[in-house]
């Protein structure tokens, strides 16, 4: 589904990724950890668009496409969503006026009719029913005044609206105490299936033990220096970063 | 220090005119007084710090008649092709700022007294408020109303009535040249009345240009409460400055909603409340769009001259095109006036490299034991929430569209009256999605 190749990419001419590999398959669940700085949430936002992020080299492809060659809209409207580290306050934009042009504008994407009221309210409050979502937080505006655990649930819960193939969590657990951890968990678990994949950025193995993943890797200074499968991200709790930062300064060249 | 602009062929000829229409008119006295006071003044140039900005000199200058042509004929249908007629209102039609009988519904005599001006002459409180309002002889504009005004409405609602339905005034603008047309308006709510008033505007069939020069005096009594909408949503070729002068008295509550949604070229709007007694109540909404080449200015001022009031001002503007925002507030808190509550704040959305706004917020506080803060902010669209919008998929257009009606829509969600709130947020969205478009 997911495939990146030697990507590097900079910010105002700082190298922040410095080549990445990583192939995610249909039905898997990837978890990326790693110390402060390393490039996790770089990663994120590279690969949903951001517009500070420059490509320096190395190709991401998702489903077959050139995904960096898509607007992040239309990587929205391919199946990719993004997860926020810190969802954004829209005063004056409705949530469900929001959802609304969201999945009618990625229906539009794929040739389909807009979505008839009655039906999008029907998949409304089955969504809600689903994730668990306050539904009267769906007539606020979006986000405004929302505690920062119901910003993630909501973030959850339009990923539960828009069915993405692929999701990208950037630090969903920051923030969050142990009752919206479980919550925002469940929720994610019940959108698991075959179809798609999920990448879990976070920095704390305790999300981990709620949405278990299939691999695990560790990412520092730009690179993956690491991979392995869940006992993995136990090991880095146990253990910390810094074993593997020493490991690491033995196998680089001496510069 | 004042500077009197010359070469306006309009200026020069005023004397003239004034000593011609003097003979026949209502209060000759109030009119000499002002059109004095006017010559003294002149008309405002870009040295006069309060029209820095805003240069209505070129305004002035083509060839601009007072004499008012016969109203036309007006039939329902044509009214109604106007588009402003609203549901469940007394409306109150005027062409050229004086009243069409024919085409208007009064609210009841017991609760509302109407009169054009001309013939008020008779009433209390005409007697007692016209032209007595505190900063109108600043203004250079008004003067030339008092001076020269030919008609409008005197409303006065009687104590401790509930006027339900809204009085919405349509104000239609005829012409068969360039033309300077000046209403004047008194609206009194008596001790303990309540009454709301919504004004609308269209040109007729116009040829030329009309600048409209009116005045509102409005006073609010005792315990009074008037909220008053000012739907300024005209076509091409009119240019308005207005003023609107109120005075509260004690625990009254006066609600100014001015929306500035227009093709006109000039919109200068002059807002002042005087709150001449104690715990008074005062919100000032305004949203404001300047595109092509408009200018809208609206200078408002609130004058906390005695303790215990409260005024709470927030304007908004989106400036597109060659568009030109000019925003000036200004808040006096009098010595006496302890224990005031006063904010203000503007904000403001300037999308084009082309369109320029000046604002300036002012507080000036004399007394020691008050609440107040003000402040303004200039800025595009936030980068932040339209990043969020189309990592929903939602495209550049639409998510830009939708980010500055929201930022249009805070303002308009304080509108009361559904009709005037769907009618504006209609014409915003209208005019901002045709901008994302463009």
Redesign the interface.
């Known amino acids: 589904m997911l495939n990146i190749k030697n990507l590097h990419a900079a910010v105002e001419g700082n190298a922040i990724l410095k080549g990445i590999n990583l192939n995610v398959k249909a039905g898997e669940v990837h978890a990326i950890m790693g110390p402060n700085g390393s490039g996790k949430s770089s990663l994120a936002s590279v690969l949903?668009?951001?517009?500070a992020y420059e490509v320096t080299e190395g190709s991401v492809e998702f489903e077959g496409k050139d995904l960096l060659d898509m607007?992040?809209?239309v990587?929205?409207?391919e199946g990719v969503?993004?997860a926020?580290q810190y969802?954004?306050e829209?005063?004056?934009?409705s949530n469900i006026n929001?959802l609304k042009?969201?999945v009618n504008?990625?229906r539009a994407?794929h040739g389909q009719p807009p979505m008839q009221a009655k039906a999008f309210l029907d998949m409304l409050k089955q969504k809600q029913k689903l994730m668990e979502f306050d539904a009267n937080l769906m007539n606020r505006?979006l986000n405004e005044g929302f505690s920062g655990g119901e910003k993630k649930r909501n973030d959850i819960f339009?990923m539960a609206m828009?069915e993405p193939k692929l999701a990208i969590m950037d630090e969903t657990d920051s923030g969050l105490d142990i009752d919206a951890l479980r919550v925002v968990s469940a929720g994610v678990n019940k959108l698991r299936s075959k179809d798609n994949a999920f990448v879990i950025i976070t920095h704390y193995q305790r999300l981990l033990e709620y949405i278990v993943p299939d691999y695990v890797h560790v990412l520092y200074n730009g690179r993956i220096v690491k991979s392995g499968t869940k006992e993995l991200a136990l090991e880095l709790e146990e253990k910390g970063y810094d074993w593997l930062k020493a490991d690491i300064r033995l196998e680089e060249p001496v510069q | 220090m004042t500077t009197i602009a010359t070469n306006i062929s309009l200026y020069d000829s005023l004397p003239e005119l004034f000593a011609e229409q003097i003979g026949g008119a209502s209060y000759p006295e109030a009119r000499k007084a002002a059109f004095e006071r006017f010559q003294q003044l002149g008309f405002p140039t870009v040295k006069t710090e309060d029209w820095k900005y805003t240069n209505v000199i070129p305004y002035l200058k083509n060839g601009i008649g007072i004499q008012l042509p016969a109203a036309p004929s007006l039939s329902a249908a044509q009214l109604e092709a106007t588009g402003l007629l609203l549901p469940d209102v007394y409306r109150l039609v005027l062409v050229n700022g004086e009243l069409q009988p024919q085409l208007s519904e009064l609210p009841p005599a017991s609760k509302v007294t109407i009169r054009k001006m001309s013939e008020a002459a008779e009433e209390a409180a005409f007697q007692q408020y016209f032209a007595k309002s505190k900063k109108l002889d600043e203004h250079h504009f008004a003067q030339l109303n008092t001076a020269l005004f030919t008609d409008g409405l005197f409303i006065e609602a009687k104590a401790k009535t509930q006027v339900e339905q809204p009085i919405h005034i349509i104000h239609l603008y005829h012409s068969t040249g360039n033309l300077l047309v000046q209403p004047r308006h008194l609206w009194v709510a008596q001790p303990g009345a309540e009454m709301q008033i919504i004004e609308s505007v269209a040109g007729l069939e116009q040829s030329g240009t009309v600048l409209v020069n009116s005045v509102v005096e409005a006073v609010v009594t005792e315990r009074a409460q008037l909220s008053h909408y000012q739907l300024q949503t005209s076509g091409q070729h009119s240019r308005f400055i207005n003023q609107t002068l109120v005075q509260q008295h004690g625990k009254s509550l006066y609600n100014n909603y001015t929306f500035t949604l227009t093709e006109a070229d000039l919109v200068r709007n002059n807002l002042n409340v005087s709150l001449d007694d104690e715990r008074t109540e005062t919100h000032l909404y305004g949203f404001y769009l300047a595109m092509g080449n408009q200018l809208v200015d609206n200078h408002t001022s609130v004058d906390h001259r005695m303790p215990n009031c409260e005024s709470n001002e927030l304007y908004r503007g989106v400036m597109l095109d060659k568009g030109t925002g000019v925003f000036n507030g200004k808040i006096f808190v009098h010595e006496d006036a302890q224990k005031t509550n006063a904010f203000q704040q503007n904000n403001n959305m300037v999308l084009s490299p082309d369109a320029n706004i000046y604002t300036k917020p002012q507080l000036e506080i004399f007394a020691d034991d008050v609440k107040c803060s003000h402040g303004t902010t200039i800025g595009q669209v936030?980068?932040?929430?339209l990043?969020?919008?189309?990592?929903?998929?939602?495209?550049?257009v639409?998510?830009r569209s939708?980010?500055v009606?929201?930022?249009?829509?805070?303002i308009t969600?304080q509108v009361k009256i559904p009709a005037v709130r769907k009618r504006v947020e209609q014409l915003a969205s209208q005019y901002l999605t045709a901008a994302a478009n463009n």
């Open positions: 949903a668009g951001r517009e607007s992040p809209e990587r929205a409207r969503f993004l926020f969802p954004v829209i005063p004056g934009v929001f042009t969201a504008e990625i994407h505006s339009q828009l | 936030s980068e932040d929430a990043f969020y919008l189309k990592a929903r998929g939602i495209g550049d639409t998510a939708m980010l009606k929201a930022f249009a829509f805070d969600a």
